[in-house]
């Protein structure tokens, strides 16, 4: 464990600026920093990075942290990680409790059995002839640290022989706990495929049955270095390429990853026996390459495809999807030689777009006007939350798919995802926002704005209001107070521009109460003429009014 002082000592002398610019280029902008965001593709930068606050924020995705939090989602680590990490930039020497670095400790335990794993895979002639079956060079077995693991006492009399404690071995994720108690391998008798995290520190293990175990492949335990869900085999000697190319592919297994970057694609990655989910997106997106989907043509792999190929259109990303006809998979294709056909399926992959429309119009039987309607509706919600240009230039291509006619897919389209866009805001949210602004950096003007409106009269910004009166802390606020084209107003300032919102709030509220059809009479001509003859008057006079009557 990190000693607890040191760690205070190190925050104390870190500073964001300095960190976050040894990732990325960054400009000064007034009393800001401003970088294009490396976690979402953009050209013009709405990453703004705070001296003054020690944080960054990203008004274009909304992430937003200290230096500690950059690190770990850029460099993809754990809390210790991102702190031994920093300190190394820093040249600080960090304290342990007990002396040294735990995950070093189980590190070095998986670094060993590598070495001994890969060893082993010589003296097993059975696991060698597997792999040159399936097409495997020497080369790339050594390239990819391709080895072997026996019995499971074999592993335990490395360990002991070795010196490597089975606490740390558990931790490393190398054996486990029986439950009458005494440890075991986790794997045996199995072909071993090392994991490396993006910066190519070894992390775990994948393995290969030999013996027709029904389980085919088994990976580590998450452990604090293993987390499969943030992993992609081969990404550490896919990412020179990658970067280069501005071109990776997905694929769906270990030997997929070996026989593509074996036949000289090498982009290619794989997920760790799971689907490419939202956690995956930060590692794809650096460098931002045109992410190619390379899948195997059966059902399962379908499915797959075009679940990943929804994600990442709706979180901005380009790619293809390459389906692998008649259940050939890359492997088995480059083991057959079959190099320039595979090529040619990578060029002519379908774009993410059009795939994920068609697919979804095909699970549908268009005939039936009824299922149409549904097909109709699922891609019309797909389409309307991408990007508003992005949207218009499929709508035509859907509509043909569909049968249908341009014009239903007309009208709302959503200008914003979710998250707060306050770059693209109008003049009167601007208003709005300086009002929350203001509250945020005033507790004492709370109670000012508190009799006069609430909440559910804000509109868009209801929410962020309530928040701000709260005195909450959220990712949306912090987003606020670093945007410097939005003003704290001084305690005059912020009665002027209440009682405007509230001069267009309630005279927008007249105008629905006149209009409505469903109020009783006597109210509504209370309401009408309180508003009209009262209110209003008094707002236009710079009087604020509490909205209880
Ligand atoms: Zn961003």
């Not at 072909?191 to 990976?219: C, D, E, L, Q």
């Not at 995802?417 to 805001?425: C, D, L, Q, W």
């Not at 005033?442 to 508190?450: A, D, R, W, Y």
Request: glycine share 8%; with cysteine; hydrophobic share 40%.
């Amino acid at each position: 464990m990190i000693d607890n002082a040191s760690v205070e000592q190190l925050k104390n002398n870190m500073d964001i600026v300095e960190i976050i610019s040894n990732y990325i280029e960054v400009k000064k902008a007034g009393a800001n920093f401003k970088a294009n965001c490396p976690f979402h593709g953009e050209k013009t930068p709405s990453f703004v990075i705070s001296p003054a606050k020690q944080i960054y924020h990203c008004f274009g995705c909304g992430v937003g942290g200290d230096s500690i939090k950059f690190v770990q989602e850029y460099e993809k680590l754990n809390y210790p990680e991102a702190l031994e990490k920093i300190a190394s930039m820093m040249n600080f020497s960090l304290a342990y409790t007990q002396g040294t670095s735990d995950n070093n400790e189980a590190r070095r335990v998986l670094e060993q059995v590598q070495t001994w794993y890969a060893k082993n895979l010589d003296a097993t002639p059975i696991s060698l002839e597997y792999l040159r079956n399936r097409g495997i060079t020497q080369q790339s077995i050594e390239t990819f640290g391709i080895g072997y693991v026996g019995q499971s006492q074999e592993l335990m009399n490395f360990l002991s022989a070795n010196m490597l404690t089975i606490p740390k071995a558990e931790e490393a994720g190398v054996v486990a706990q029986r439950e009458r108690g005494g440890f075991y391998a986790r794997l045996t008798e199995r072909i071993t495929f090392p994991i490396y995290s993006t910066s190519g520190a070894i992390v775990g293990f994948g393995g290969r049955t030999i013996t027709n175990h029904p389980a085919k492949y088994i990976n580590s335990p998450q452990t604090k270095m293993f987390n499969k869900s943030r992993l992609l085999y081969g990404y550490s000697k896919a990412k020179e390429s990658i970067y280069r190319n501005k071109k990776l592919i997905v694929c769906e297994g270990y030997l997929d990853v070996i026989m593509f970057h074996q036949a000289g694609f090498h982009e290619a990655v794989a997920t760790l026996g799971t689907a490419l989910t939202e956690e995956h997106l930060p590692i794809l997106r650096k460098g931002e390459p045109h992410v190619i989907l390379a899948y195997d043509g059966d059902k399962a792999g379908v499915a797959a495809a075009l679940k990943a190929a929804t994600m990442l259109t709706a979180s901005g990303f380009d790619g293809s999807v390459v389906l692998f006809p008649d259940g050939q998979d890359p492997a088995d294709m480059i083991a057959l030689g079959q190099v320039q056909q595979v090529a040619n399926l990578l060029r002519n992959g379908q774009a993410l777009i059009p795939f994920v429309i068609e697919m979804m119009a095909k699970s549908y039987d268009l005939n039936n006007p009824r299922e149409k309607e549904v097909a109709f509706a699922s891609v019309k919600s797909y389409l309307d939350n991408l990007t508003p240009i992005i949207r218009e230039a499929y709508i035509a291509h859907a509509a043909t798919v569909l049968g249908v006619n341009v014009a239903l897919f007309g009208g709302s389209v959503k200008l914003e995802n979710t998250k707060a866009r306050f770059e693209e805001v109008s003049r009167d949210d601007v208003g709005q926002l300086s009002i929350i602004k203001t509250l945020m950096d005033n507790e004492k003007l709370v109670n000012k704005v508190v009799n006069v409106i609430e909440p559910a009269m804000f509109g868009n910004y209801a929410s962020l209001l309530e928040s701000a009166i709260n005195g909450e802390q959220n990712t949306n606020l912090t987003g606020l107070s670093l945007d410097e084209s939005i003003k704290v107003m001084d305690e005059e300032e912020l009665s002027r521009s209440l009682a405007s919102y509230l001069f267009r709030y309630y005279s927008a509220r007249l105008k629905s109460i006149t209009t409505d059809g469903q109020m009783p009479l006597q109210q509504k001509s209370f309401l009408i003429r309180k508003i009209k003859m009262d209110i209003l008057p008094r707002l236009r006079r710079g009087e604020l009014v509490t909205y209880k009557f």
